[in-house]
């Protein structure tokens, strides 16, 4: 079955530059979440989309933005990169069904800013 | 305020011997979803299981099985006969009305089992 699949894996970064992290839902599925895991952290919940608009906004900071496409597709854009910023960042999906409200997560971005 | 608790930091266990995981959450909402996901050294969040607020049974798949008590706000998770490939670390966490839009995580139960 397809899974959620991010690209790039890993990412290598300089502070004050820009990275951007892609996130293909699984087939059909119309809803995106993004979250970021620190290094022994758990994964914290920073936005969300549904059919293309926002849905929902967690801790995600000023210099993050994110967009959903017409494909579902979504991209994370992060800019001024903090050494703060390195985690593993995950994308999941969903569909509107009231039955699961399951999220399926994707392999996750690992970021290193340097 | 942290809405799920995971207590145990990191549990480390000899192959073989049961463990439980304890999780305990907080919400005054009626209509809630609960859910465990492993993470294993690769760093993938693997779906374990899900159980919304009004589904008390509790189950047993496999070696792993669940204990749902609304009275205690827990929401524990057994691994019978652990082996070394169990070597994760464990979450826990909740998804909340009346979006059903983000998840609560715990902070996570590192589980070591040893050969």
């Known amino acids: 079955a397809a899974g959620v699949i991010q690209s790039p894996r890993h990412l290598i970064k300089e502070k004050r530059e820009t990275a951007t992290l892609k996130c293909y839902p699984i087939?059909?599925?119309?809803?995106v979440y993004w979250y970021q895991q620190g290094p022994g952290q758990d994964p914290q919940f920073l936005i969300s989309f549904y059919e293309k608009m926002q849905s929902d906004k967690g801790s995600i900071p000023d210099r993050f933005s994110a967009q959903q496409f017409s494909d579902y597709h979504s991209e994370l854009n992060m800019s001024s990169l903090e050494l703060g910023d390195s985690a593993l960042y995950f994308c999941?999906?969903?569909?509107?069904?009231?039955?699961?409200?399951?999220?399926?997560f994707g392999p996750g971005t690992r970021l290193t800013v340097t | 305020a942290q809405k799920v608790t995971q207590a145990q930091t990191e549990i480390s266990v000899v192959e073989k011997e049961d463990v439980t995981l304890d999780c305990v959450y907080e919400t005054r909402d009626t209509t809630y979803y609960l859910f465990w996901y492993k993470q294993p050294p690769s760093g993938e969040l693997v779906f374990l299981i899900r159980?919304?607020?009004?589904?008390?049974q509790n189950e047993i798949s496999g070696r792993y099985s669940w204990n749902f008590q609304k009275s205690t706000s827990s929401f524990n998770f057994t691994i019978t006969a652990s082996q070394v490939v169990d070597s994760a670390v464990y979450f826990c966490a909740l998804l909340r009305s009346p979006n059903f839009n983000k998840f609560y995580f715990g902070s996570g139960t590192k589980l070591n089992v040893k050969p």
């Open positions: 159980r919304n607020s009004f589904d008390e």
């Open positions: 999941a999906s969903s569909a509107v069904d009231l039955a699961s409200y399951e999220q399926y």
């Open positions: 087939p059909r599925h119309d809803t």
